[in-house]
């Protein structure tokens, strides 16, 4: 992943995508993933075979727990419309965080029907939505993959 990278996503990013950063951020897109690049240990950008950027990745170390890390996706619509078709990439961007960190945990907007798809397919454990977890007071479901 490329400074290029974050910003040719922060101009097409899904709306779902958009919707979940500024309500569990309070950010821009743009704003939002340059500060997730940033703390960043590791970066992943999948394109097309044509070269076109359809999804981000990264991985966040947490601090004080040399064994857990928060990984992250953003996607284009595009990329949401299809995830069938790289979902074994990102399955493989997936082994690589475990290997790295044998804990994975985040929160998704339990309003962003096609992120927590993606999260199921991707082997994480869902737990129950609830708007504890959100300075916004927007339900956000924990997923953990261990």
Not at 4 to 18: G, H, Q, T
Not at 42 to 60: F, H, N, P
Not at 83 to 111: G, H, W
């Amino acid at each position: 992943m490329s400074h290029e990278d974050i910003l040719a996503m922060a101009s097409s990013i899904s709306s779902m995508d958009a919707q979940a950063i500024k309500v569990t951020s309070g950010k821009q897109p743009l704003e939002s993933l340059l500060d997730s690049f940033e703390v960043s240990a590791y970066g992943w950008s999948l394109k097309t075979a044509s070269g076109q950027l359809i999804a981000l990745l990264g991985l966040v170390p947490v601090p004080n727990q040399k064994r857990q890390a928060i990984p992250w996706i953003v996607g284009t619509d595009s990329f949401y419309a299809d995830t069938q078709s790289v979902l074994k990439d990102c399955r493989e961007i997936v082994k690589a965080m475990l290997t790295l960190y044998p804990r994975l945990y985040n929160f998704i907007d339990a309003r962003h029907e096609e992120g927590i798809g993606l999260v199921q397919k991707l082997g994480f454990k869902l737990g129950e939505a609830s708007i504890e977890y959100s300075p916004r007071q927007v339900k956000l479901i924990p997923f953990t993959k261990e």
